[in-house]
């Protein structure tokens, strides 16, 4: 069986449009979390629901890393982004990412990730292509 797709969310109100689409939907629970896997579009598929703050988000891609070992992590739902003419209720498809309250000064710049000597991380450039296209074609 091929490596599943992560799709997670914070919430329920943005992963049950998901779920509600998977064929074959198991319901897991490990690791303190629901997890459902299925099929989607032919894809296996694996969703849950962190909750709210980037700790859980965190824990929770730790856990589907470990216990499902998914082919990519696609984190989706209601966030920040920052752009000349973004506004409340606009689709955003990050292309990088900064820890924005993170300051390890004055070892480090404001907002570098020390283990990693970088304060933006780029999201995988053919990835949010995809889910750029993803976003026009849908929303």
């Given at each position: 069986m091929a490596e599943p797709v992560a799709l997670l969310a914070s919430m329920e109100q943005e992963s049950h449009l998901i779920e509600e689409r998977l064929t074959t939907a198991t319901e897991h629970q490990r690791a303190?979390?629901?997890?459902v896997t299925g099929?989607?579009?032919g894809r296996p598929i694996v969703t849950a629901i962190s909750g709210y703050g980037k700790?859980?988000?965190a824990a929770t891609v730790a856990s589907v890393l470990e216990i499902f070992s998914p082919s990519l992590?696609?984190?989706?739902g209601v966030a920040g982004g920052v752009g000349?003419?973004?506004e409340i209720g606009d689709v955003v498809v990050a292309d990088r990412l900064v820890q924005h309250d993170f300051d390890a000064s004055p070892l480090f710049e404001r907002f570098v990730v020390p283990s990693l000597g970088?304060?933006?991380?780029?999201?995988d450039p053919a990835l949010t292509e995809?889910?750029?296209?993803?976003?026009r074609t849908y929303v």
């Amino acid at each position: 069986m091929a490596e599943p797709v992560a799709l997670l969310a914070s919430m329920e109100q943005e992963s049950h449009l998901i779920e509600e689409r998977l064929t074959t939907a198991t319901e897991h629970q490990r690791a303190g979390r629901r997890y459902v896997t299925g099929e989607l579009a032919g894809r296996p598929i694996v969703t849950a629901i962190s909750g709210y703050g980037k700790v859980a988000a965190a824990a929770t891609v730790a856990s589907v890393l470990e216990i499902f070992s998914p082919s990519l992590v696609i984190f989706g739902g209601v966030a920040g982004g920052v752009g000349a003419g973004v506004e409340i209720g606009d689709v955003v498809v990050a292309d990088r990412l900064v820890q924005h309250d993170f300051d390890a000064s004055p070892l480090f710049e404001r907002f570098v990730v020390p283990s990693l000597g970088v304060a933006e991380i780029g999201a995988d450039p053919a990835l949010t292509e995809q889910l750029a296209v993803a976003a026009r074609t849908y929303v």
